[in-house]
């Protein structure tokens, strides 16, 4: 969403050189360009880039500091539309969740529609002590279950945070898992294992 701010303040700089009515507007004007120039391939689509929601709209607004109350704001909003397990059931298989989260797969132009999505979580978390190439973007999830334990708090506030970051960090880099379809109920509940089940080797 911040690249789509960009993007626009580059492209109202380049059609400021040119010869313009003083009327023009600029951001429609841009956003007419990225649909003439883009074009929607398998599962990566146009609309789907550019036809953003209120946050990624809010977030684009302040692409450095958003305002606290606004951030305030965007987090209950986010947080309120988060949406829990219809079984009551938290936790699946941890080796289903590994698998997850080595897959960077999912969402490209390259990936046939339909295929299953990876979380690629180590692009930016260290989970288990075997991996040992991970990224630092995010915070050590090793032990992540060990050190929190498996209160109602803990497993509810660890779903939301995978279904969508941004109810707790507004403007997070962190992917809306569950809030974008890009994982389904079934695998976030196996990426909660993961973290979770004593069993697992993220906790070991």
């Not at 132009?109 to 190439?133: L, M």
Request: hydrophobic share 35%; glycine share 10%.
């Amino acid at each position: 969403m911040k690249r789509i701010g960009i993007m626009l303040a580059v492209a109202a700089t380049v059609a400021g050189c040119a010869t313009v009515a003083a009327d023009t507007d600029y951001g429609k004007a841009a956003m007419a360009m990225l649909k003439s120039d883009f074009q929607s391939k398998g599962p990566a689509t146009v609309d789907g880039i550019l036809n953003q929601d209120d946050a990624q709209k809010l977030c684009s607004e302040y692409p450095k500091d958003l305002p606290k109350e606004k951030a305030e704001a965007l987090e209950a909003a986010q947080l309120k539309a988060v949406k829990y397990p219809a079984d009551g059931k938290y936790l699946g298989s941890w080796k289903a969740g590994e698998q997850i989260a080595q897959n960077g797969r999912g969402m490209q132009s390259s990936d046939a529609v339909g295929s299953v999505n990876g979380g690629n979580c180590y692009a930016c978390h260290q989970i288990t002590k075997e991996e040992i190439s991970f990224g630092n973007i995010g915070p050590s999830l090793y032990q992540y279950g060990k050190m929190r334990g498996q209160s109602e708090e803990i497993v509810k506030y660890t779903w939301a945070k995978i279904y969508n970051a941004q109810a707790f960090n507004a403007c997070s880099n962190m992917p809306r898992f569950g809030h974008k379809g890009i994982l389904t109920e079934t695998q976030i509940k196996d990426v909660m294992a993961l973290l979770l089940d004593p069993a697992s080797p993220a906790n070991k």
